[in-house]
């Protein structure tokens, strides 16, 4: 594991009091007598606030339907690991070693939840101005281009796009079975490509197995 003060210069921000920067970097598995939850909790908000300003502040005519789906495709679990991969995060967290042995330097929400810590802790000391500059930062490095068209492409209309120009043909989903009680039903689907079951994934609703699906699809693809 690296040294956080690497960590303090690529966030061009020095902690005053290094006890919550370690804090911010403690994953609950490292039973230590502090976590990073408290901390992600604050992040979290913090973040909310930050993305939704700037994009109140840079698009001033779209509406607050066109400005929500643009901060939800930034402010979830997804948009948070990339911009704590653009840190390579993972490398300075606190974790246990069974933790460590079972990939969580790199897990998805381990990481996301890291990085709202971090966030939460430059805010708490430096004030919303000095948290709002490294977001900002990150968020504008990560994604070069910041619109609707851009960030909330649904998987499957991703997958479609990749199909086409790679294969020439349009994917196919395919219903599997559905389980559970009518008011918890779950559905399975799969995507077929040339007759072959690329990936399967299980839903609340058929569109959200349809997503999930598509969203292995598009990984197994790009492999």
């Known amino acids: ?38 901390l992600e909790f604050l992040g979290d908000a913090v973040l909310d606030l930050i993305v939704g300003e700037y994009l109140f502040t840079k698009f001033p005519h779209s509406d607050e339907g066109i400005l929500s789906k643009i901060r939800a495709s930034l402010v979830n679990e997804d948009g948070f690991t990339l911009l704590a991969r653009k840190l390579d995060l993972g490398s300075y967290i606190y974790l246990s070693l069974a933790e460590e042995n079972n990939n969580g330097r790199d897990k998805p929400s381990l990481l996301s939840n890291a990085f709202e810590a971090v ?24 994604h070069p281009k910041i619109d609707l068209d851009t960030l909330s492409k649904d998987y499957k209309t991703a ?53 999930k699906a598509a969203k292995l699809a598009l990984k197994e693809l790009k492999r």
């Open 159 to 211: 997958l479609q796009e990749l199909t086409q120009a790679t294969h020439g043909v349009t994917p196919q989903y395919e219903m599997l079975g559905s389980s559970g009680p009518d008011h918890r039903k779950e559905f399975e689907i799969a995507v077929i490509l040339n007759g072959t079951t690329v990936a399967k994934a299980k839903g609340k609703s058929k569109k959200e197995a349809q997503q």
């Open 1 to 38: 594991m690296n040294d956080y003060h690497e960590l303090e210069e690529k966030i061009a921000y020095t902690f005053k009091d290094k006890q919550l920067i370690i804090e911010a970097l403690t994953h609950k598995s490292d039973k230590k007598p502090y976590n990073n939850e408290r």
């Open 119 to 142: 966030i939460g802790a430059v805010y708490l000391e430096a004030g919303l101005g000095t948290a709002k500059e490294i977001a900002i930062k990150l968020l504008e490095a990560c």
